[in-house]
């Protein structure tokens, strides 16, 4: 079976320009999570879509968004990139909204300079 | 209270030695609690949880201990291999939703 996966696996950006990254869960999987992880420290969460709503939302600026599709992929998008941004964006999944294990994928490297 | 405290930072342990992580927690309102293991370049993938009505969880060589009372939980990795070098995250999650709230990682250096 397929993992969670998420694309583009690097990219760099400009500051000011925005960034969508991609996430599809593991079949199956209806709830997907967003995680910010700066080098040398824990991931930081950002979003939990499940059944094609925002269930949870961390304490990220409004400059990040997300949504997720009918098909349980998911989109996070983030505006007006500033150099802070640049990080490790992870994308996990998992069966229920609560209560159930979250599977992650290798992520997106974002560059921001 | 939603800080996951975990230590030591960086830990080194000879091949087939005992390797073991502490975290802490405040939220009593956590009901699970997983361990994940990062290599460089990839993602976090999950080795091992437990939930707070059992004291001891134990899968291979990975075994987490709980104590409620001090709200405080362990990873031991038995017999470490150097294949088990790698970053080590505890994490804790309750309430409504799956959001997980993590430690700051344990860099693990297993020598041959």
């Known amino acids: 079976d397929a993992g969670v996966t998420q694309s583009p696996t690097h990219l760099i950006k400009t500051r000011g320009q925005h960034v969508t990254l991609r996430c599809s869960p593991i079949s199956g999987h209806k709830s997907v999570s967003w995680y910010q992880q700066v080098l040398g420290q824990g991931p930081q969460f950002i979003f939990q879509?499940?059944?094609?709503?925002?269930?949870g939302r961390g304490n990220f600026p409004d400059r990040f968004s997300a949504r997720q599709f009918p098909n349980y992929s998911s989109e996070l998008n983030v505006n007006a990139l500033l150099l802070g941004d640049s990080a490790l964006y992870l994308c996990a999944s998992s069966p229920d909204r609560r209560g159930s294990p979250l599977h992650f994928g290798n992520g997106t490297r974002l560059t921001v300079t | 209270q939603q800080q996951v405290k975990q230590s030591p930072q960086s830990l080194i342990v000879q091949k087939g030695g005992i390797s073991i992580i502490n975290c802490a927690y405040e939220n009593t309102a956590f009901d699970y609690f997983p361990w994940y293991q990062q290599f460089p370049g990839k993602g976090p993938a999950l080795l091992i949880a437990i939930r707070p009505d059992v004291s001891e969880k134990k899968e291979g060589r990975f075994t987490i201990s709980f104590n409620k009372s001090a709200k405080q939980f362990s990873l031991h990795i038995m017999d470490s291999q150097p294949g088990d070098s790698a970053t080590y995250f505890c994490a804790a999650s309750g309430g409504a939703t799956n959001k997980l709230i993590f430690g700051t990682g344990t860099l693990l250096a297993v020598q041959p």
């Open positions: 879509y499940y059944e094609k709503e925002e269930r």
